[in-house]
Structure formats: structure tokens, C-alpha cells
């Protein structure tokens, strides 16, 4: 599978963005897998965000973006989305989707996650 994000920039402060995160690569499945987003700010660990189930209903959050962001994908497109409201310095990242080979379980871990984008730079400025 090959995932590519895109959306991210400079935002000021309480600003909004949306992310996307194209999957494409014959033998995926889209509409049958987990979803999530993750970000890494300089000298910091990859850190989780949110991530969406393949049955839509199913999503979970990082307490530090719980409210302000939401995951949500179009299977038909094969895209995940990343809406990000309420904007704040702290959320300068870049910001990486990911793809679960695990069908039964929403995970928030790296482990849970196996194949990665190349990331997409946000940067909101105060």
C-alpha cells in the first residue's frame, strides 16, 4: 500500500486545516481497514492522534486533540480525512497517516500500524 498526505501548512492560532491521506496499491483493501494519523514535532517522539475504524463507527483520539479534531474517511475515494479545529501552537507537527494490517482492533500504538506515509508539515503559529 502506498499512502500519501497531503493538506498540511501554516495556520495561524485557532486556525483550521484538513488533512488527506490518498491510499492507492492493488491488493489493499481501504474499505476494510484501520486508519490513523499520527505527528512528530521536532525532538519529539511519533506521537498518536486519531485513528478510524473501517467501519466508520469506531473512532479514538489522543486526549490532547479530543473535541478539536476528527477523523473520518470515503472508502469510495479511498481517503482519510484529518479535520483539525481549534488550532494551537503545540499541534505544530509533521503529521503521518498510517494503515493497521489488524482488522479486529483500533490501535493508537506504532506497533498497531504498518505501513506509512510520507507526512505533511503543519505549522500554527501564535
Known amino acids: 500500500v502506498q499512502l500519501q498526505a497531503s493538506g498540511g501548512g501554516l495556520v495561524q492560532a485557532g486556525g483550521s486545516l484538513r488533512l488527506s491521506c490518498a491510499a492507492s496499491?492493488?491488493?489493499?483493501?481501504?474499505?476494510?481497514?484501520?486508519m490513523g494519523w499520527f505527528r512528530q514535532a521536532p525532538g519529539k517522539e511519533r506521537e498518536f492522534v486519531a485513528a478510524g475504524g473501517w467501519n466508520d463507527d469506531n473512532t479514538r483520539y489522543a486526549g490532547s486533540v479530543k473535541g478539536r479534531f476528527t477523523v473520518s474517511r470515503d472508502n469510495a475515494k479511498r481517503t482519510m480525512y484529518l479535520q483539525m479545529n481549534s488550532l494551537k501552537p503545540e499541534d505544530t507537527a509533521v503529521y503521518y497517516c498510517a494503515a493497521s494490517p489488524y482488522l479486529a482492533r483500533l490501535g493508537s500504538t506504532l506497533d498497531d500500524f504498518a505501513s506509512w506515509g510520507q507526512g505533511t508539515q503543519v505549522t500554527v503559529s501564535s
Open positions: 496499491g492493488r491488493t489493499f483493501t481501504f474499505s476494510r481497514s484501520n
